[in-house]
């Protein structure tokens, strides 16, 4: 099992991707607006992942992923701008302690859900996501709702690149230890789980933080890739997109959400007139998705690979035939 | 007095709290589905009884047309969106039951706009009791509530149809095997919760005087909340109590949301309703199976 988990095809994937990536950029194939695009794609990949963690992995469903979002933001901008250290000392630490403030904030609120059984988190989180906005607009936190400029510009590809790697490559191997095993089977039957001995309680809030930890470190980064933040970039569409990303990707499938991630971030950039209805499209394609293929359009990529295979050499034979 | 007659107040408003929780906690037990879409339509039915009164219907025909278009779309969604869904996996039904809500909800933003809407009063006034100063609104919501709880209750405990609905929601499997038709049951209580979402738009109606397309989320989550600390999820399986925990939650959570906004601020009565159920969930999370 250990050969999986570092093989070198993956790794040399990854690296593959950086250097053409970092390639492009500097000799000028892609200009600032796409390598924009190409970090938020970046950090919604790790949005995407960590909410799969607590919704596919976990079977619990939350949407407050934008609401840890803007925790992380707005403190580790705020730690930015009250620091003046030189920016590799002090992106990391603001980075961090944002997600931190997410995941006890995370602890706080699954405590009273997870103790029973069903999805009594989903209301909580739902309302969870628009108490956080409002608190920020009425208690006039960082600028309020005019939102906070002046934001130092830290994020850049590398630092994204390399952070997303790392969180997907950690919940990868947590998914695939004993841990993420005994947590795959709280969502299949939780009272069997705890039959066989294993503390199901600690486990639910230990996932839903640490889902929460990396929402809040791609907040971090997201504040300080786009400069300016204000409360209504984090209200509950975003967190209805990711969740939409994460079920149209494949519930529980890393590669998949990996996938669906890259492609509805880019999408709506490259056909105008789909920006202003996404949120329509996305709802539509996730409930589409959960009635005809409940699995996922992207987790399965080998079963539908060799289903076109299977179709073009068909068609390949027949032709021959004839 | 000043906090006697907010009270009074608090109580009345409650009675749109208690509806649309009592729409809520209908959904819970006949099927095991939160319905988010109740939020949704709750909004619609207001939109729709303003178009109608604009058009100068009155406002009893223009409720009961409201009503009628409400019931028919939601027995709609139950049939072909549910009704499939609900038989192959409880989980994918709760992720559709808050896709369909939002995707209703921005195709009417997108469609209509998501302007304030100026809703006209149909009843104006107030009532004094010696010195406590009643709205006549809130007066008629509140006698509204009560009747309408009552008849839910009636028909509950006392006809064939509210035996069956009882039947169903304690166990559906041996219903079916004795002749009842479960998924006409099903739609039937559907056709219950729009008529319940259209009495509570209608004293939304009557009672406050600007809305936007987006108020109902809110009410929607404030409703469940209500429905929670009424007991849903607790006392599942004996519909007649859980009418009656229903009713009380909306009108605890009503009393919560104006004590705060009297004596603390505007912006804290959510986080003191969601506070409220965080901590009843705590200490009655042994009750829950």
Known sequence: ?322 | MNLISSIINSLLAGGIYALIALAFTLGVNICSLINFVNGELFVICIYIINLCVNLRIPFIFSVIITMIICAISNMALEFYFYRPILKRNKFHSLIVSIGLAFLIQNVFVFIFGDDPQNLSDAVIGTLMFGSIEIEYSLFICFIVTLALMFAVYLLLKCTKLGKMIRAVSENSDSTALMGINNDKIILIVFGICSILLTAAASLFYMSISVTDPYVGTMIGLRSLAAAIIGGLGIISGSIPESVIGAIAGGFIVGLIETLTRTYISTQMSDIAIFLILAVYLTVNCKKYK
């Open chain 1, 1 to 322: 099992m250990k050969k999986k988990f570092f093989s070198p095809k993956i790794f040399l994937l990854i690296c593959l991707i950086y250097v053409i990536s970092i390639a492009a950029i500097n000799f000028g194939f892609i200009n600032s607006y796409w390598e924009g695009i190409l970090k938020i794609a970046l950090i919604n990949i790790i949005l995407v992942v960590s909410l799969n963690l607590a919704t596919g992995i976990l079977g619990q469903l939350s949407l407050a992923h934008s609401a840890f979002m803007a925790m992380g933001a707005y403190t580790s901008v705020m730690i930015t701008k009250f620091f003046t250290a030189s920016g590799w000392l002090e992106f990391p630490f603001a980075v961090i302690c944002g997600g931190l403030v997410a995941m006890f904030f995370a602890v706080f609120i699954s405590y009273p859900a997870m103790k029973i059984p069903g999805n009594y988190l989903l209301i909580i989180t739902l309302a969870v996501n628009e108490i956080v906005r409002n608190f920020i607009i009425n208690f006039n936190i960082a600028g309020g709702s005019t939102g906070c400029r002046g934001i130092a510009h830290y994020s850049n590809f590398s630092a994204v690149y390399i952070i997303t790697v790392l969180i997907v490559g950690f919940i990868y191997l947590l998914i695939h230890s004993k841990y993420g095993r005994a947590t795959i089977c709280i969502s299949q039957n939780e009272m069997l789980t705890k039959s066989c001995g294993v503390d199901t309680f600690s486990y639910k809030i230990a996932t839903f933080s640490l889902a929460a930890f990396f929402a809040g470190i791609a907040g971090g980064l997201f504040a300080h890739e786009l400069l300016v933040i204000e409360p209504n970039m984090f209200d509950y569409t975003y967190s209805l997109e990711l969740l939409a990303m994460v079920i149209i990707g494949g519930l529980g499938s890393i590669s998949g959400s990996i996938i669906s991630a890259v492609i509805f971030t880019i999408l709506p950039y490259t056909i105008e007139f789909i920006l202003d209805i996404k949120i329509i499209i996305y709802l539509l394609a996730m409930i589409l998705v959960i009635f005809y293929m409940p699995t996922g359009l992207f987790s399965d990529y080998k079963a539908i690979l060799a289903a076109i295979k299977q179709r073009f050499l068909k068609k390949f034979s027949r032709g021959e035939k004839s």
